[in-house]
């Protein structure tokens, strides 16, 4: 729980706007396996948003999949970054044997040979002008005891 918050609550700090409302729907998994964990994860979250983010946030409110309405929604909208880390994780597990487009900053999918829902998946998020602000973190490991950490924005992917 507590990588998970650290995790989550550092991409707040990097994504967010000063003011912004904030839900985090979760899978119903081990973390928030009861309502007294969600609650646990929630405060977690909310004092280590105290840390790390350096501005005032606006509402900030925590639910898993057992919350949702009735109509599936919640089930659907956190299969959206399952889809995509799938896809990105076929386009980069593919794209990292060709060491020849390592150095680039664009990322030409156009010489991958893709799954279908992969291409599909990766030409909406390349896809420019949509009002849902899409980005892909990369944590590459670079040596023995090294991490580089990037941001993939739609900008940089071209089919």
């Known amino acids: 729980m507590a990588r998970t918050v650290h995790f ?29 964990r969600l609650t646990d994860v929630m405060d977690f979250a909310s004092r280590m948003m105290g840390l790390y983010v ?18 599936k929604s919640f089930e659907d909208f956190v299969a959206i970054p399952d889809l995509v880390a799938g896809a990105f994780s076929e386009v980069l597990t593919m794209w990292s044997q060709d060491t ?8 030409d999918l156009g010489s991958l040979r893709l799954t279908e829902k992969a291409e599909t998946i990766v030409s909406w998020f390349s896809e420019g002008g949509l009002s849902l602000a899409r980005c892909v973190i990369l944590i590459d490991k670079v040596g023995p005891h090294l991490f ?12």
């Open 54 to 71: 350096s501005f005032e946030l606006g509402e900030f409110a925590m639910n898993d999949t057992s919350s949702d309405p009735g109509d």
């Open 100 to 107: 020849s487009n390592h150095q680039r900053r664009i990322l």
């Open 8 to 36: 989550a609550t550092l991409l707040v700090s990097a994504c967010c706007l000063p003011s912004q409302h904030l839900t985090w729907i979760t899978d119903q998994d081990e973390m928030v396996a009861n309502d007294d």
């Open 148 to 159: 580089q950490v990037r941001n993939l924005t739609p900008m940089q992917v071209t089919l």
